[in-house]
């Protein structure tokens, strides 16, 4: 018998500890294996921790250790999930973010292998059936019985579902003459793209891939500005690991990035390639995940999750567009695929490789402290200047289009200028939906999400209003559901009323959209991206998905419609981000042979973050913000975990999040300084009141265990419930 410990896959904390069960079955189990179990009358998928054979039984066994011992009821793996290095990691990720291991395992694995219940139901592996000869023997057989076996002789081996006689076919294998072979089948289906001429590296690429390689630092930070080739120094240093037995892990921040880099991966490496981000199917999932685990791959292309992949013996991780929020997971373990890179590079004595044109500030503060080795590319290919960019006041009313409200007259004549030599635009405004808002005239009543108790956004194309934080949405109507009136009002505009707009003002343009809501069929990201590429529209119409990683030579317009978008939100990050976000949006255009310009309209034409994105002098905003952020007490000069509390009753939540703050002051005293209560721009979400706190520290070990202390003290409570947030971007 087998005395086994395990995590059950409930994530709450109060949870977050072994349970001790029995096996007394005939199958193999191991650390690392999912077993099924009865926890609290009900079967759920247990993970197991630790395992040791026992003499005792089940009597002896609760006697010695206090409590009553339930049986496993069956052993779902036949090897285990995870290898060593990715199990330590999980204890450091778990360790660091304060979050439940069982979490953190949930996190790392694919849906079909997650120690949850519904992983059961997930997809397996699927096979393709193939029918070969076993033996040549047409002795006793029939005509359409001989015809059949020369076909399968002569083309094996055959797919069984082509075979059309099914009859003859099973009595050709009752004879022994022909046998099935299965063979596993990839789901993911990965387009294969011819391979390019290598490109001749500049100077500055060489120079930059000589630093790297010559240097013993761990990590390194590549800040180059857009257009100047930090692609191809990936793909480079990519090549050198592989030449050298290694793996590499190349992690970018957008899943609309992901065609991108893939391609770039793809027609440089092969098939050694495999692929992982949130939008493939929990079947393609699992393929790619057995196939990388199988070390049939060497290099993984991912988004955020990617960094969990089971890649072995890695040389090099890379994380492109580092300063990118979206590497930051936004539930629970609230893990920074940045941060965790770290943690596996260290592991496996890999270098790692961070890149962008806007750096975080973090990691810009990191860097100039020799914390990161900083590498810097300042030019860009073609040595092409940086786009001519142009600021206008939209407070001035002699900027402003009579025909539109959107565009200023300068913007409206480069467009049409732009048209008239052959030449692409983007256009950029980071809000979708056709109007921001819906508010009756008459009593005032606005329409809000019931879930999250904010604004909800109409949009035109499906007639629908939508919640752009929980995804609800409902029918739009014609008369207010307070007072019936018609008279609703639609304020605020988003990329589909910037499309309907330029389709009005430029008829002869061919347009295309790329935001969340064009690209809910997966497939449409890659297809709208290629088809601009190709030129087969003329004005590309998005959201921030459109102003990262794309290379589109023939851009020589890129419009910022509404700059001041991200300014008033309520996050110590607000100008950071508008920075990197013009930033990289105007950086889209002059990037071939043809000389770029853009178009930045703002009711802010004076904020720093909108000049200096404008003049593209990020060294300038990096020592402007620095200045902020250390008069405010914000990272990189202290660090921040923020606390959530929730619960169905609002004064309930109200009353014990001043506790928890009494308690805070009292056990950190002068090492912290602690914020709130707040409330968050979400104030209600899934039926539940909403209050955060905020702590800025310095002191991590001290910090680090009060708020352990708080998270066990509260696990449990039915009236509210507690979440911790190490390094969180949105406050």
């Not at 997966?522 to 590309?540: C, G, N, T, Y």
């Amino acid at each position: 018998m087998k005395l086994i410990e395990l995590l059950i896959e409930y994530g709450n904390y109060s949870l977050n500890r072994p349970f001790s069960y029995v096996y007394k079955g005939n199958k193999p189990v191991d650390i690392g294996y999912r077993v099924l179990v009865n926890f609290n009358n009900k079967e759920i998928v247990g993970y197991v921790t630790s395992i040791r054979e026992t003499n005792k039984n089940v009597e002896e066994l609760e006697e010695e250790l206090g409590f009553n011992i339930s049986e496993i009821i069956d052993v779902i793996d036949s090897s285990p999930l995870l290898s060593e290095d990715l199990m330590t990691l999980a204890d450091e990720v778990s360790e660091y973010y304060l979050a439940s291991k069982i979490s953190v395992l949930q996190a790392m694995l694919p849906p079909s292998l997650s120690p949850r219940r519904s992983s059961l139901k997930a997809p397996k592996i699927a096979y393709d059936q193939y029918v070969e000869l076993a033996k040549y023997d047409e002795d006793d057989l029939t005509y359409k019985q001989i015809e059949l076996l020369r076909l399968i002789k002569d083309n094996e081996p055959v797919k069984k579902r082509e075979i059309k006689q099914v009859t003859i076919l099973n009595k050709l294998l009752e004879k022994g003459l022909v046998k099935i072979k299965k063979v596993e089948k990839r789901r993911l289906v990965i387009e294969d793209y011819e391979t390019p001429k290598k490109l001749n590296l500049t100077e500055d690429q060489n120079r930059v891939i000589n630093e790297f390689k010559n240097s013993d630092d761990e990590v390194y930070l590549l800040e180059g500005v857009t257009g100047s080739g930090k692609s191809e120094v990936y793909l480079s240093l990519s090549e050198e690991y592989l030449n050298k037995g290694k793996s590499v892990l190349v992690l970018v921040p957008e899943i609309s990035l992901t065609p991108m880099m893939m391609r770039n991966y793809i027609s440089r490496f092969g098939d050694k390639v495999a692929i992982i981000h949130s939008e493939l199917t929990p079947a393609e999932k699992y393929d790619e995940y057995r196939k990388i685990a199988n070390g049939e791959c060497t290099i993984v292309v991912g988004a955020r999750s990617a960094i969990f992949a089971p890649l072995s013996n890695i040389g090099l991780i890379i994380l492109d567009e580092e300063h990118v929020e979206s590497y930051k997971q936004d539930t629970p373990p609230f893990y920074h695929a940045r941060e965790v890179a770290l943690m596996r590079g260290k592991m496996h004595n890999a270098k790692v490789l961070l890149g962008s044109a806007t750096p975080s500030l973090e990691s810009r503060a990191r860097a100039g402290k020799g914390v990161y080795h900083l590498l810097r590319l300042e030019n860009r290919i073609n040595n092409q200047p940086l786009p001519k960019t142009t600021i206008i006041n939209l407070s001035d009313y002699r900027n402003i289009d009579k025909e539109s409200y959107i565009l200023s007259i300068k913007l409206r004549e480069l467009i049409q200028k732009a048209l008239d030599n052959f030449n692409q635009v983007i256009l950029l405004i980071n809000r979708r939906g056709f109007s921001s808002s819906v508010t009756c005239r008459s009593c005032g009543y606005i329409f809000k999400c019931p879930t999250c108790q904010i604004p909800l956004t109409y949009h035109r194309s499906d007639m629908m209003l939508k919640c752009h934080h929980c995804n609800y949405v409902e029918p739009s109507v014609e008369n207010c559901p307070n007072c019936g009136s018609k008279y609703l009002m639609r304020s605020g505009f988003g990329t589909e009323r910037i499309e309907e707009e330029i389709n009005k003002m430029f008829p002869e343009a061919r347009t295309l959209r790329l935001d969340s809501d064009s690209a809910k069929i997966r497939a449409k990201i890659p297809q709208i991206v290629e088809s601009f590429r190709r030129k087969e529209a003329d004005i590309l119409i998005g959201t921030q998905m459109i102003a990262k990683g794309h290379d589109f030579p023939d851009v020589t317009l890129v419009g910022v419609i509404m700059a001041d978008i991200g300014l008033s939100l309520p996050s110590y990050r607000s100008s950071e981000r508008v920075f990197q976000l013009i930033t990289q949006a105007v950086g889209r255009c002059g990037r071939g042979d043809k000389k770029g310009e853009a178009i930045i309209q703002t009711y802010s034409p004076s904020h720093y973050a909108i000049t200096m994105a404008a003049r593209q002098d990020y060294e300038l905003f990096y020592r402007r913000e620095m200045e902020s952020r250390k008069a405010q007490g914000y990272p990189p000069y202290t660090y921040l975990a923020s606390i959530t509390i929730s619960g169905k009753v609002e004064e309930t939540v109200i009353d014990n999040t001043y506790r928890i703050i009494d308690k805070l002051n009292e056990e950190l005293g002068d090492d912290a300084v602690i914020l709130g209560p707040t409330t968050p721009f979400v104030p209600y979400e899934n039926s539940n009141h909403l209050r955060m706190i905020l702590i800025k520290y310095k002191n991590v070990d001290i910090v680090r265990n009060a708020l352990k202390k708080l998270i066990n003290a509260s696990s449990g409570k039915a009236s509210i419930s507690i979440s911790v947030n190490i390094d969180p971007y949105n406050f």
